[in-house]
């Protein structure tokens, strides 16, 4: 997934932005944001949660439910 999320990033620089964090070195956010299961998306909008996608999803559809989320 991590290649098809830099893919999406690149493509939308002007609409989001697209961050990545080490679950391992960021213990204080897995523990504020549990989340459950690998790879996890956590979609925020004004820095509030509005959306999680989970597991490995087709590129259209990851994009899709983003842009649902943050519109």
């Known amino acids: 997934m991590a290649p098809v999320v830099a893919e999406i990033a690149l493509e939308n620089k002007d609409t989001f932005i697209v961050g990545k964090l080490d679950m391992d070195e960021n213990l204080d956010s897995v523990r504020k944001y549990k989340p459950n299961g690998?790879?996890?998306?956590?979609?925020?909008?004004?820095?509030?949660?509005?959306?999680?996608?989970?597991?490995?999803?087709?590129?259209?559809?990851?994009?899709?439910?983003?842009?649902d989320a943050i519109n």
């Open 38 to 67: 690998h790879p996890v998306y956590v979609v925020f909008q004004n820095g509030k949660e509005v959306e999680r996608i989970r597991g490995r999803t087709a590129k259209d559809v990851f994009l899709q439910k983003v842009l």
